[in-house]
Each structure stands twice: as C-alpha cells, then as structure tokens.
C-alpha cells in the first residue's frame, strides 16, 4: 500500500505540473484535485517527495492567485499568492543552491501579491500585506519602499507593477517547472507505462499512427485522452484489486471524472479522430443541458458536466467553447 501510494503521489504530482507548464486547465485542475487528495492522506510527507509536494501545491496557489476569494489558510487574510509564498520559501530550502531563477519568482509573487489586492481596490489590505511580507533587512528595503509608494498612490496599473506582471510570473514558474522536470525524469510509473505501451502494442497507440485531419486543440486533446488511458491501463494492471478503500477512493475518482469522457469518446467515436470530426450545430436542448450543468456543476467542470448531461457526441473541449460562444452572445 505504501509503495504504490508513493508511486501514485509522485505521478499525480508530475502530471499537475505538466499540465500546468502546457496551459491544460482543465486537466491541471483535474490532477489537482487527486493530488490534494493523496497529500491530505499523508501522515508526514517523505523526504523524498517534499520537493514535488511543495511544488504541487505552490502551483495549485499560483493556479488560484487573482482569486481572493479563496482561501488555503485558516488565516482569512492570506491570500492564494501569499499562501504560495510560504511553498516557495520551503522549496528554496529544499534547494541545494539558490539560481537567480528563484530570486525573480520570489521577487514576482511578492509584487503579484501586492499588486492583485490593489487590482480589487483593497488598498488597506494591500498595505497591511505588504508589513507581513518584508523584513527589516536592507535587501529588502527598495522594494518595500517602492511598493509602499505604488500603494500609496492606489494606481494598480503604474509601469513597476505592469514590469513584474502576472503573466511574468507565470512564464518564469514554467522556466522553473521546465527544469524540475528534467532533474525528476526517473518517475515509475511513466516509465512502467512507456515500457507497457510499447511491448504489448495497445490498441489506443494505433491512433498514434493514423494520419489525422484535425485542428491543433484536437490534436492536443487526443493527446491528453492518449495518456490517460495508458496511465489507467498501468495502474489497473499493478495494483489490481489490493488498494485500500482511502487509495481506492481516489483511484475511483480519478477514473470517472478524470477519464470517463476520454475513454468513451476514444471508443465510441475513434473514427471521427481518424476521418475529421463533423462540425454539428448545437441545439437549443443541448444548450439547456449545458447551461443547467454549469448552474450545478459550475464553469470549468466540464467532464462532469459532459458525464452527467445529454449531449450528442460531444467533448468536454466543445463544451467549454459553446459555453464561451453562450457568453459572448448573451
């Protein structure tokens, strides 16, 4: 049980960073939501894995950082990106050297936190964050008077705040997950499932083959619901039916939210992914399913919407564009 709950951590914990450092929100809240569920069984988190955890569970912060809404915290005052920052500190520390890299993505989350509570014109808040996050030390002394000037003046778009953007910090992070990502590339179960996939010849890897006529976002999901399939057939296949309820609790939830569209769009409809798949009009019904799904499920849980709703051939991506289009024309 052990081993295969580190095994499943470490996977679940390299797929929310893949998906974060390829732009797949859907899919980074998806392996998200499992990640958090792996961690928050864990009594203590193994010396090996604090690294990737504490990564995770930055990225889920920086994920939610424009939200101050919501709360990792029991402190209310804490926001997302402030929360991050805590994961960042522990992470340096896990560092052997510091790279200039983490000094900008330091530097970066505590600008973005100051500048995300002015955006919202919490210029009070932004000022008493601001004393949490610096120290008297004379390193931080010209960024914290800077900032003390920009709150001051209550002009959250002024060129120091637009230099350091949100966006900045997004791509300096990717860098960072980049490089992560190539010093950890000894992940079991990737190798276990590049290893399966290759010797047995599954019969999904004939997609791989076909040449397909599809744009590049249907390229890209066909991708995504490639390696969810192997990844299900991998942890089926070596952990069978001796995983405990807490694991098998997660296992499952995985499968049906996760994997559930993937599997039944790919063995439904695999020769629409190979001839072109037909641009069908959207019915007034199906609008109705899909704005009654949204009221229940929310905006962005497409998959559940699409497991839960009735629609006529349809992926999780065509939904999140109809519901796009909907806004746009409502």
């Known amino acids: ?11 679940a914990c390299y797929c929310v960073c893949r998906h974060f450092g390829e732009g797949c929100a859907a899919e980074f809240r998806r392996w998200s939501a499992v990640a958090e569920a792996l961690i928050n069984g864990l009594s203590k988190i193994p010396a090996h894995q604090k690294k990737t955890v504490y990564l995770c569970q930055l990225l889920i912060r920086i994920a939610k950082g424009k939200n101050l809404e919501c709360h990792f915290d029991n402190d209310q005052r804490i926001s997302p990106l402030e929360s991050a920052l ?8 896990e560092e052997i050297k510091l790279e200039k890299l983490h000094e900008d993505i330091r530097r970066l989350i505590q600008i973005q936190i100051v500048a995300v509570h002015m955006e919202n014109r919490y210029f009070k808040e932004a000022a008493e964050v601001l004393e949490r996050l610096f120290t008297d030390s004379e390193s931080d002394k010209p960024l914290r008077v800077k900032l003390a000037t920009v709150i001051k003046g209550k002009d959250p778009y002024v060129p120091l705040l637009q230099s350091f953007s949100y966006n900045l910090l997004i791509s300096k992070i ?22 399966q996939v290759e010797s047995k010849g599954l019969g999904v890897t004939a997609l791989q083959n076909k040449t397909l006529n599809v744009n590049e976002n249907d390229e890209s999901n066909l991708e995504t619901k490639q390696r969810f399939v192997f990844s299900i057939i991998l942890l089926r296949d070596m952990l069978g039916q001796k995983l405990i309820t807490s694991t098998y609790s997660v296992f499952k939830f995985w499968l049906f939210y996760g994997c559930l569209d993937s599997l039944q769009n790919m063995e ?11 641009r069908q009009r959207w019915t007034y019904k199906e609008d109705m399913e899909l704005k009654s799904g949204v009221r229940e499920f929310g905006v962005g849980n497409w998959a559940k919407i699409l497991v839960h709703g009735d629609f006529n051939n349809r992926t999780s991506v065509m939904l999140k564009d109809r519901w796009r289009t909907l806004c746009r024309i409502e």
């Open 86 to 93: 805590s994961f960042w500190s522990l992470l340096e520390r």
């Open 268 to 278: 439904k409809h695999g020769d629409d992914w190979a001839c072109g798949r037909r």
């Open 174 to 195: 990717k860098s960072y997950i980049e490089l992560f990502m190539k010093e950890n590339e000894t992940n079991f179960l990737i190798q276990a499932a590049t290893k």
């Open 1 to 11: 049980e052990a081993v295969a709950a580190d095994w499943m951590l470490e996977f």
